[in-house]
């Protein structure tokens, strides 16, 4: 079947023809409409938008540390940038929602958009390869002033436990979803943050897996500095041991 005139034209907006529109239908259906969902192809997008936007970073902004592109590069990919980004392609007009997804106005909300824009991202690496990504996402953020002030911006807590982990010369936390609760249309994961070296697991609950990584990220947080207040864009659920 062709594709419709919604993602066609997405497709020019992208300027990236798939030779696979397969793949680019299938990042924009959220798990509510079927089982042949985003949610793979976010997990893709997701670990190569972070390269991409890593390696311009490197490039355009060659006198920061690494603790500063770090910073920088959570501002850039966390779920406001990408929900902007996501609506100046227009997304939401092309998203594959279920009926409880589209009553419940699915299509403007945050997370999804954001996931959306990384499973499109993760499609076009399939399609075509990294480089061909990485061109998409410079001209996606081409629309953002890069400068090093960006990294005074307040931390995530993902980004907060990482640097805390490094100056310690510790691994990186792994994140696991654990469940997935609720209706499709109305969902919350819970997520859980294990650092490796202490054995130590916390647990977070948001409204996307991302959202749900951030709690996870700021329960520990709480754990390993005592007196250390997470985030108030997100609440980690009651702190658990492994």
Avoid at 29 to 38: G, L
Avoid at 49 to 72: H, M, T, Y
Avoid at 202 to 211: L, Q
Wanted: include cysteine; proline fraction near 5%.
């Amino acid at each position: 079947m062709p594709l419709s005139p919604e993602l066609l034209a997405l497709q020019k907006r992208l300027q990236h023809p798939f030779a696979n529109p397969r793949l680019l239908e299938r990042a924009l259906t959220h798990r509510s409409f079927t089982s042949d969902h985003n949610e793979r192809l976010e997990f893709l997008g997701d670990s190569v938008l972070s390269l991409a936007i890593s390696g311009l970073l490197f490039e355009k902004l060659n006198q920061l540390p690494e603790g500063d592109l770090s910073r920088v590069r959570a501002n850039l990919v966390k779920q406001d940038t990408l929900f902007r980004i996501a609506g100046e392609l227009g997304l939401s007009n092309c998203l594959r929602l279920g009926d409880g997804e589209k009553r419940s106005g699915g299509h403007k909300r945050p997370s999804i958009l954001a996931d959306a824009l990384e499973a499109v991202i993760g499609a076009v690496y399939l399609d075509a390869g990294f480089e061909v990504a990485a061109a998409l996402v410079q001209r996606l953020f081409s629309g953002i002033e890069l400068n090093a002030q960006m990294s005074a911006m307040g931390k995530d807590p993902k980004t907060e436990l990482q640097e805390w982990l490094q100056a310690r010369k510790m691994k990186l936390p792994s994140y696991r979803v654990v469940a997935t609760l609720g209706e499709a249309h109305k969902q919350t994961f819970d997520v859980e943050c294990t650092v490796m070296e202490t054995g130590h697991s916390e647990r977070g609950i948001g409204a996307s897996r991302r959202a749900g990584e951030q709690a996870a990220a700021a329960a520990m947080l709480q754990h390993l500095t005592p007196g250390n207040p997470a985030s108030p864009s997100v609440v980690p659920r009651t702190p658990q041991s492994s």
